[in-house]
């Protein structure tokens, strides 16, 4: 159960609108850097110092992860904004409707929202919305993507999750509790998603899976495919056109699985 409860906690959402705002805002303290406007309430100055530092160098090192260098910049009106939450109860309350979710990112507003004890904040919480946004600047707020698609880009920017990943997916094959890409992208990931287990394995997939498509498949053809995506070409089209070996996800879920069996 810990190694469930581990992966739920610290896996987070993406939500198209942001919810409504329950705090006022004159409660809110602001810190403003060159990519990001940082709200908080209580927290701790050198923690907010620690999210100054932290996430200018996140919004370098993901874009470089994913191969994405031409992308418009967060600066002045366009800079992204961190909500920092005094605790769980605070975040919860104002910001989420998910129990489990610790952070959360609205993509087109470039806001993101969390608390200083979420865990794996710095490791996790930050790079992992960050993720979710920069995807989407870079596709476009219109491309219909899989949720483990979009999952995966997130959690493959936790260095932990992205290279743990492939070792539960390789259990979960071995006692046939693996569900396959075709399956996984009917999954919807709300408050009435309960299954821990399940959850667990998702979002194990969703890394495994896209760390394949860019490690083991190539940088490059992973931006061409997003290319593809930003000019409207439907999930299976720009997978088959770009990957020329899948016919569809199907394609991509057998040559994904025959991987992970040599490993």
Not at 61 to 89: P, Q, S, V
């Amino acid at each position: 159960m810990k190694k469930i409860l581990f992966l739920i906690i610290v896996s987070l959402a993406v939500w198209p609108k942001p919810l409504a705002f329950a705090a006022e805002p004159s409660k809110w303290k602001e810190d403003k850097q060159e990519h990001f406007i940082i709200y908080y309430k209580n927290a701790p100055e050198d923690f907010i110092r620690e999210v100054e530092k932290a996430s200018e160098e996140y919004y370098q090192e993901i874009c470089e992860n994913l191969g994405f260098h031409r992308y418009k910049g967060w600066t002045w009106d366009e800079r992204a904004k961190i909500y920092i939450y005094d605790d769980d109860e605070d975040y919860k309350k104002e910001s989420s409707n998910i129990p489990w979710a610790h952070g959360v990112a609205f993509a087109e507003q470039k806001i993101i929202r969390t608390f200083p004890s979420a865990s794996g904040f710095f490791d996790s919480v930050l790079p992992h919305e960050m993720g979710h946004i920069i995807l989407r600047e870079f596709i476009g707020h219109e491309a219909k993507v899989p949720l483990w698609f979009e999952e995966g880009v997130a959690m493959y920017q936790e260095k932990a999750k992205r290279w743990g990943a492939h070792k539960i997916v390789q259990k979960a094959i071995a006692d046939k509790s693996f569900v396959p890409l075709k399956d996984l992208t009917s999954f919807a990931l709300n408050h009435n998603a309960s299954n821990e287990a399940f959850i667990n394995l998702f979002y194990a997939e969703a890394a495994s899976v896209v760390n394949y498509l860019i490690n083991e498949l190539g940088y490059q053809r992973f931006v061409r495919f997003c290319r593809e995506l930003k000019e409207g070409q439907p999930f299976d089209w720009a997978l088959k056109s770009v990957y020329l070996r899948f016919d569809d996800i199907n394609g991509l879920n057998k040559a994904w699985m025959s991987y992970l069996e040599t490993q």
